[in-house]
């Protein structure tokens, strides 16, 4: 079946600090890889979109310079949050997308800043 | 531009009752809804999904929904439910090969509590 892992499940970081998660497609491949956060208490936003052969597009109020992407094959994606304050914190889905049309979601990783 | 409502911030019924979770959608095109649920300190799992044929779509776990086009509305469904079921709903839309790719965008969710 088509599985996404995520790393780390959760982690802490110190304000100002920088931390990166990891997205793993398992079973299918990922044509197109999507970001999202959930802030506490609010639904899921998203941060961006990375589709094969095309340029990683951001949402209105996310950047590349703070939240830099690599998506280098059809099975893996990392996102960076740079330099995290604590309107940062939340949970970070990785929702991969395979030809079928369906977008798979890893399990997130919870970011709690200091 | 899309957009979901689920007026329904939280919904609390009994053990073995019937739970119906509203959910309306805006979109210029053919959407693509899905119903996802998030248990506690989890992400996201795939409940149904409906992009065309017979409205009404059968998910896991007892779960279906039915789409009415006319009313824009994908109201999720189950017949009786059971005190497991306690967890956060969201509703989804996307379109399926519009520029935005696979852009979904969910509503705020709804609360479920299942009382026993």
């Known amino acids: 079946g088509a599985l996404v892992y995520q790393y780390p499940r959760r982690t802490i970081c110190k304000s100002g600090t920088s931390m990166r998660m990891e997205c793993q497609a398992v079973g299918f491949q990922a044509t197109s890889v999507a970001w999202y956060r959930q802030s506490p208490q609010k639904t899921f936003e998203l941060i961006a979109l990375?589709?094969?052969?095309?340029?990683?597009?951001?949402e209105q109020n996310f950047t590349q310079e703070k939240f830099p992407i690599s998506h280098p094959n059809l099975s893996f994606s990392s996102m960076t949050v740079l330099n995290a304050y604590l309107e940062d914190r939340g949970l970070y889905l990785c929702g991969a997308r395979g030809q079928g049309g369906t977008q798979y979601f890893g399990p997130g990783t919870r970011l709690l800043v200091l | 531009a899309q957009s979901v409502t689920q007026p329904d911030a939280r919904v609390t019924v009994s053990e073995g009752a019937s739970l119906q979770l509203r959910c309306k959608y805006s979109y210029s095109g053919t959407p693509y809804l899905f119903w996802y649920v998030q248990y506690p300190r989890q992400g996201l799992q795939l409940l149904l999904k409906y992009y065309s044929g017979d409205p009404v779509v059968q998910g896991v776990n007892g779960f279906e929904a039915e789409f009415i086009k006319s009313n824009s509305s994908f109201h999720l469904r189950k017949a009786s439910v059971h005190w497991s079921d306690s967890a956060v709903y969201f509703c989804a839309v996307s379109g399926l090969t519009n520029s935005a790719g696979n852009k979904l965008t969910f509503g705020i969710g709804t609360r479920v509590l299942v009382r026993p």
């Open positions: 990375s589709t094969v052969n095309s340029a990683i597009k951001y």
